[in-house]
């Protein structure tokens, strides 16, 4: 693969937690209504078109359970999943210095993280490059539980930096 294959970064908040007591918030896991939003998700990823050839998932539980309901609804799983602790409450900046590990024979990428992360990262990475309407929409809704990004871009993972994506497409579920 060379370094200006055409790449895509999926970026996928965990679907809705639950709160109970006397769980760490590591541990804690979907709601129901999270593992309704997650399958939507899957769908939407599938009906999309997009289907991941490597996953980085937070090693929480609902991180861990999203993905396994999202990689049910994808047409093939793919080729790699990683739990990355380094994903779990991680900044922007930590993000892509985790996206930036990605081999180099992977063209789509999964991420499966939190809030604010998630967002921030996504905002970074395309700035106000993208569908006008689909970054309108997540200017106006945020990351809510379950919602996908997808950002396209050029070039190895090592040089994901700020500025590099563009914002192809927009997901979240109904509430």
């Not at 359970?65 to 093939?76: N, S, Y």
């Not at 789509?108 to 395309?126: I, K, R, Y």
Request: glycine share 6%.
């Amino acid at each position: 693969m060379s370094a200006d294959t055409p790449r895509r970064i999926i970026v996928l908040r965990h679907a809705r937690a639950d709160w109970p007591d006397q769980v760490d918030d590591h541990d804690r896991p979907l709601a129901d209504r999270g593992r309704v939003q997650a399958t939507e998700a899957g769908r939407w990823l599938a009906d999309s078109g997009v289907n991941p050839d490597h996953v980085l998932c937070s090693t929480a539980l609902r991180t861990r359970e999203t993905w396994k309901l999202v990689a049910h609804e994808l047409p093939k799983r793919p080729r790699k999943t990683v739990y990355e602790d380094r994903v779990y409450e991680a900044q922007p900046g930590r993000l892509i210095e985790v996206i930036q590990e990605t081999p180099e024979e992977h063209a789509d990428l999964l991420l499966v993280g939190h809030n604010p992360g998630v967002l921030g990262l996504t905002q970074v990475l395309a700035g106000d490059e993208g569908d006008a309407e689909e970054l309108n929409r997540m200017r106006l809704n945020g990351f809510p539980p379950a919602a996908v990004a997808v950002l396209s871009l050029a070039g190895p993972w090592k040089l994901v930096e700020p500025g590099v994506a563009r914002l192809e497409s927009y997901f979240m579920p109904q509430d």
